[in-house]
């Protein structure tokens, strides 16, 4: 009912607004004001984290694409490696796991079958399980050895928002644990990034003050084909995240590439007017990749492409070669995603709207994938 939307057309659009909130709560208790990180209720004693040498992390669609983010982060401030893997894939290959191996399960239903059958897979290795999960009491927690649960409340559009920020949020929030836990040689990154994690939910709500001009952009984008995305580094999963988003929801063809691949192959699709929306990272921190990323969008530009940019306050550089610009707030390099996801939610989500299509319950789909 309109009462249950909130006021609004669809359930989708109230979950993307919730987003502040939803992070906001996914964060409470969890940090205290001298910005340690207080995650007892994991219940993984401090002596097993100090003894895990390898996270796995498994999970399916855009939980997955949250599990890749967390690899940049796990691996970058903890120094343990860390792979992700689609979940469907993960048993059927062998896994080399013992219990030093942390497996990280990510979920918002808690009842996906391919991820359940991962996580019972890696624990009859003796690995253990963590959990990341929206919905309590569910199946994937209970035969989990722990569980941070994400606070995002109801998921109800098919089309996850939300549960994949909250989703984010947690896997940081485990990455610094694990990085306090261990103590690495990054300690004051890690106190600024808590600091900065800790004040997220404003900086997600600022961009969706500022969505108007990226609604108007994907009306006028209904009659096209194909749309892809750019992105690298920490804007990678989020370029896959954008792609998927719009095949649900708009019924398009879209693709997200790593941006370092474009030369490899998917240059060649570029033609006239093409709408390509391209990620960037922000120009400070790994500055490397920025300038690499603003090649690649001039490069695609001089082929014909249309190039809808996503770009931190204050970055210039991009400017000339962005047909649209859209604006993120700053943010630490690895907590980016989480602004950067929300426009193309947004736009997602205008799209199927322009095209007549049914927002929260796209065709074919369900909103739990409940069989292998
Ligand atoms: C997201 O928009 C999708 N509907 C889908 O990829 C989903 O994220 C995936 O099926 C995993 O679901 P889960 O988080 O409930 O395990």
Known sequence: SAAEKGGYDYFMLKEIAEQPKAVADTLLGRIDASGVLS????????AVLREVDKVVIVACGTAYHAGMIAKYAIEHWTRIPCETELASEFRYRDPILDRHTLVIAISQSGETMDTLMALRHAREQGAKVLAICNTNGSTIPRESDAVLYTHAGPEVAVASTKAFLTQLVACY???????????????????DVVRELAAIGTQVEQVLDTMEPVRELARSLADKNTVLFLGRHVGYPVALEGALKLKELAYMHAEGFAAGELKHGPIALIEDDLPVVVVVPS???RSVLHDKIVSNIQ???ARGARTIVIAEEGD???????DHLVRIPRTPVLLQPLVST??????????ATARGNEVDQPRNL?????VE
């Open 299 to 301: 490069e695609i530009r």
């Open 316 to 322: 210039e550089t991009v400017v000339p070669y962005a």
């Open 283 to 285: 120009p400070r921190g």
């Open 342 to 351: 929300v426009p193309l939610q947004v736009f997602a989500c205008e799209l």
């Open 173 to 191: 929030l485990v990455a610094l644990y694990v990085a306090q836990v261990r103590g690495t040689k990054w300690g004051d990154e890690i106190r």
């Open 366 to 370: 369900a909103k739990s994938v409940t």
């Open 39 to 46: 995650l007892d209720e994991l219940r993984i004693p401090p």
